[in-house]
């Protein structure tokens, strides 16, 4: 089995947004990540968002790309990149969730995290301001 690539990045919306504004990242980024054979997971927390994509090569910097030029949002910073050998997200087309002060992974998920991804995400969710 080859590796899986990752990107990790982090934003700024330009505005605001409400459920239904990212409803509409949503539901065409579910789609087009099919398409492309990736997932992963998207947080939204205070006007700033962090997404992990996962999947081929190709497919992660075509749709990085594709991101970029987004202008619902700025200030993208590439936090991390690499391989995986197994997806962690491989049911998600795209994962969604608005932090609520929760943590999104539980302490479960967090020990079998032996790539560290699951525990950077977190910790950086918990400190996005």
């Not at 997932?39 to 991101?67: A, C, D, K, M, T």
């Not at 970029?68 to 200030?75: L, N």
């Amino acid at each position: 089995m080859s590796a899986i690539d990752y990107l990790i990045y982090v934003s700024s919306a330009v505005k605001p947004m409400s459920e239904d504004e990212i409803r509409d990242i949503l539901v065409p980024s579910q789609t087009k990540n099919a398409r492309l054979n990736v997932s992963g997971l998207l947080v939204y927390r205070s006007g700033n968002f962090i997404q992990y994509i996962e999947g081929p090569q190709e497919s992660i910097q075509s749709l990085y790309h594709s991101i970029c030029q987004d202008s619902r949002h700025r200030d993208m910073t590439v936090l991390d990149q690499g391989s995986v050998n197994t997806r962690l997200f491989g049911d998600w087309k795209m994962g969604y969730t608005l932090y609520s002060g929760k943590p999104i992974f539980t302490e479960i998920e967090l020990i079998q995290d032996t790539s560290g991804i699951k525990k950077t995400l977190s910790a950086f969710i918990e400190n996005l301001r």
